[in-house]
C-alpha cells in the first residue's frame, strides 16, 4: 500500500496571511497520463470532504484561486496565498493512483 | 448537479448486518467506479471499498474483507454496502464518492453506523 505523510499535522493561521502544507507519498504518483494521481481534500466541521485540487496541480470547478497545489512524484504542496476565516477545517491529501487509495492524516488549520 | 445521497446507517448490535445505499443523481453510475470510504469519530478517512464501472470487479480493505460487500443497481442508480459480522471498530461515518482518474468527487453527506450493545 501506499503511505501518505502530511505536515504540519495542525497549523494555525492568521487570516490574510499565506499558509502551505505538505504531502508526501512512499510511491511516485505519476499516472501514464503524465500526470500525478495526487488530490487535496478540505472536510469542514461536520461536513464530507470537499475536493479542492486534482491530478497534483488543477484546481476543482468553485476552488478559489488563493488555493494552488503543485509538486509530482512523491512530493506534493497545497499552498493558500491569503487564508480566510472559512478554509479552517481539515486538510487531506489522497492518493488515487491505486487501491487501496490512501489518505495523509490530515491537517488541522485554525485560526490563531 | 451531480450528486450522491447515502441512507441505511444507525445502531446494531456486535455481529448483526445494515446495508447502506448511495443514490446517485445527475451522472449514471454505469459509467463510473464508485467507492465507500469510512471515518470513524474524530479520526480520518479509510478507504473500504470499490467497484468497477460494469460492476465486474470489486476490491476490499482487508478490515473489511469477506463480511462486506459491494455492489450495485444501475436501474435505480444506486450504489449500495452489505456489511455482515459488524464489529465495534466498524463504527464510522461512510461516505460514498464516485471515481475519476486521481481523484473522489463528488462525495455523498455520509451516513453514520454505530456498532455497540
Known amino acids: ?112 | 448537479e451531480v450528486q450522491l445521497v447515502e441512507s441505511g446507517g444507525g445502531l446494531v448490535q456486535p455481529g448483526g448486518s445494515l446495508r447502506l445505499s448511495c443514490v446517485a443523481s445527475g451522472f449514471t453510475l454505469s459509467s463510473s467506479w464508485m467507492h465507500w470510504v469510512r471515518q470513524a469519530p474524530g479520526k480520518g478517512l479509510v478507504w473500504v471499498s470499490r467497484i468497477s464501472s460494469d460492476g465486474s470487479r470489486t476490491v476490499y480493505a482487508d478490515s473489511v474483507k469477506g463480511r462486506f460487500t459491494i455492489s450495485r443497481d444501475d436501474a435505480k442508480n444506486t450504489l449500495f454496502l452489505q456489511m455482515n459480522s459488524l464489529r465495534a471498530e466498524d463504527t464510522a461515518v461512510y461516505y460514498c464518492a464516485r471515481y475519476n482518474i486521481g481523484q473522489l468527487d463528488p462525495w455523498g453527506q455520509g451516513t453514520l453506523v454505530t456498532i455497540s450493545s
Open chain 1, 1 to 112: 500500500d501506499i503511505v501518505m505523510t502530511q505536515s504540519p499535522l495542525s497549523l494555525p493561521v492568521t487570516p490574510g496571511e499565506p499558509a502551505s502544507i505538505s504531502c508526501r507519498s512512499s510511491q511516485s504518483l505519476l499516472h501514464t497520463n503524465g500526470y500525478s494521481c495526487l488530490a487535496w481534500y478540505l472536510q469542514k466541521p461536520g461536513q464530507s470532504p470537499q475536493l479542492l485540487i486534482y491530478l497534483g496541480s488543477n484546481r476543482a470547478s468553485g476552488v478559489p484561486d488563493r488555493f494552488s497545489g503543485s509538486g509530482s512524484g512523491t512530493d506534493f504542496t497545497l499552498k493558500i496565498s491569503r487564508v480566510e476565516a472559512e478554509d479552517v477545517g481539515v486538510y487531506y491529501c489522497m492518493q488515487g493512483l491505486q487501491t487501496p487509495l490512501t489518505f495523509g492524516p490530515g491537517t488541522k488549520v485554525d485560526i490563531k
